[in-house]
Each structure stands twice: as structure tokens, then as C-alpha cells.
């Protein structure tokens, strides 16, 4: 079947632009979450959704990072005011939402702010 | 001192030399992940333990929890294991939010 897919591939951004990543998770899968891997570094986790609960917002390194997800299905990561430092690879993953469950990643969103 | 160590930060081996990386935590998990990044490629999960050891073609996994610590094994290595092997944490139950080691890259050398 379908995996996580992600889109854009890439995006290229000029500084102080508003940009908008979308993920869509595998079917039926009720978690979902946001990373991401900035150049020469580590992955770091963003932000998790899972069914209707409060998402945990607890790693978006700023408020101009928000995140919304429709139900089950479909997530969208909006970073506001892009700066230099938010250029990264995003990454969206997403799990059945049992406990201790595998996570499938999707391809990432490659984002250069300029 | 980040909550996941891995050991080597890389690491270059002949094809057909058995591997082993290695991953320390500090935290009490809920689970242990293993991962692989190929250059340019999406992340794939190998391997999800919180206890024992688990096995999948010629890669093998353990974790001891009482020492917070587990390994990650490849016997016969081939040149397509070439990749980065990333372990991650979770600590939660019911929210399985990683956290992650920096990676071992990983090149077999024909």
C-alpha cells in the first residue's frame, strides 16, 4: 500500500516568507509526527498528533511554528516569518498509535530559506 | 549530555566483516528504535525493541535494559548497508515521540 507521503519535495523560500508543508500519513494510521533534520545535525522531534487528543506541541522551537491535523488524515506544518535557520529537512512519520509502534517515515520536505 | 549516545560516529569496514554499533541511553524507555538513512533516501525502520534481541535477515538487534544500552549488528556486510544508522528513544507510553542519537555512518568497502 500507499506510505507517508510529503509535499513539496523541496521548497526554496526567501526570509520572512510564510511556507506551508503538508503530510499525508498512511491510511488508518491515528499518530502522526513532525521532525526534523537541520544540515550536519541530529533529527529532532516537533511536534505529535494522535486521534482527536491535544497534540504535544512541546518541540516546536518557536511560536512561529504551527501545525494542524483534519482528523486522521492529512497534517500541514506552517512556519511563519521563515528565517535562515528554520532551512532543514522536514520530515512526517506516522504509526498505527499503539503502544511502542513502529513509526514509517515519509521522504521529507527539503527547506532552503534564503 | 544528550539522552542517546551512539558509538563510532563512523565507521569504514571491508565487505564480509561483521559489525557492530552501539547505543547508550539515560532515560527509561518505552521503546528502542533503530533506523537507516541512505544518502538522499527517507528514513527506514529496522528494528523496535524493549527487550531481548530481534533478528531480520543479517542484521540483529539487542538491548540490555538494565544497562540502558543496545546494540545494533551486521554480519556479512555488503556494500548496500552503506547508510546512517540512527537509534532513538521513546519514553512514553502512549506518546511515542523519538528522540534521537546523532548516527554511525556506516561505509562496507568493497
Known amino acids: 500500500g500507499a506510505g507517508v507521503s510529503q509535499s513539496p519535495s523541496n521548497k526554496v523560500t526567501e526570509k520572512g516568507k510564510d511556507v506551508e508543508l503538508r503530510c499525508d500519513p498512511i491510511?488508518?494510521?491515528?499518530?502522526l509526527y513532525w521532525y526534523r533534520q537541520r544540515l550536519g545535525q541530529g533529527l529532532e522531534f516537533l511536534i505529535y498528533f494522535q486521534g482527536n487528543s491535544a497534540p504535544d506541541k512541546s518541540g516546536l522551537p518557536s511560536d512561529r511554528f504551527s501545525a494542524e491535523r483534519t482528523g486522521e488524515s492529512v497534517s500541514t506544518l506552517t512556519i511563519q516569518r521563515t528565517q535562515q535557520e528554520d532551512s532543514a529537512v522536514y520530515l512526517c512519520?506516522?504509526?498505527?498509535?499503539?503502544?511502542?509502534?513502529?513509526?514509517?517515515f515519509g521522504p521529507g520536505t527539503r527547506l532552503t530559506v534564503l | 549530555k544528550n539522552e542517546v549516545e551512539q558509538s563510532p560516529q563512523n565507521l569504514t569496514a571491508q565487505e564480509g566483516e561483521f559489525i557492530t554499533i552501539n547505543c547508550s541511553y539515560s532515560v527509561g524507555i518505552s521503546a528502542l528504535h533503530w533506523l537507516q538513512q541512505h544518502p538522499g533516501g527517507g528514513i527506514v525502520s529496522l528494528f523496535m525493541?524493549?527487550?531481548g534481541k530481534k533478528k531480520h535477515g543479517r542484521l540483529i538487534a539487542t538491548i540490555n535494559i538494565q544497562e540502558k544500552h543496545s546494540s545494533l549488528h551486521i554480519t556479512a556486510s555488503h556494500p548496500r548497508d552503506s547508510a546512517v544508522y540512527i537509534c532513538?528513544?521513546?519514553?512514553?507510553?502512549?506518546?511515542?515521540?523519538?528522540?534521537f542519537g546523532t548516527g554511525t555512518r556506516l561505509t562496507i568497502i568493497p
Open positions: 525493541l524493549s527487550s
Open positions: 512519520a506516522s504509526s498505527l498509535g499503539y503502544f511502542s509502534d513502529t513509526q514509517y
Open positions: 491510511s488508518g494510521h491515528t499518530a
Open positions: 532513538a528513544v521513546s519514553t512514553n507510553f502512549g506518546n511515542e515521540k523519538l528522540t
